[in-house]
């Protein structure tokens, strides 16, 4: 199993970035997917996930209303579309993926597999 994750870069506050994380080894559609971040300092975060047993979602207070995850199970890729970013979004971003534990915020830095971490930069 591995994921790689990739789109991270420096963004204007005010601005969009979407993350990828493409999958191999499994597939993207049995298994819940998530991200979380980590910034300098910082304990991790989780950001947001999918939940593979009815599809619902979950977002951290902080990005909601901003954030939002997708997967395509045709392209075995998940991704994280990051709108009207602020400085307090700099983080590294993981994506990450567990057969058994649930969408919930406290469990995605805890999932089985997880991405290189993908480095998110705003600017003010």
């Known amino acids: 199993v591995q994921l790689q994750a990739s789109g991270g870069g420096l963004v204007q506050a005010g601005g969009s970035l979407r993350l990828s994380c493409a999958a191999s080894?499994?597939?993207?559609?049995?298994?819940?997917l998530g991200w979380f971040r980590q910034a300098p300092g910082k304990e991790p975060e989780g950001v947001s996930c999918i939940s593979r047993f009815d599809g619902r979602d979950y977002y951290a207070d902080s990005v909601k209303g901003r954030f939002a995850i997708s997967s395509d199970n045709a392209k075995n890729t998940m991704y994280l579309q990051m709108n009207r970013v602020s400085p307090e979004d700099t983080a590294v971003y993981y994506c990450a993926a567990d057969s058994s534990l649930p969408c919930r915020g406290r469990e995605v830095a805890n999932y089985r597999y997880r991405g290189q971490g993908t480095l998110v930069t705003v600017s003010s």
């Open positions: 080894g499994f597939t993207v559609g049995d298994y819940a």
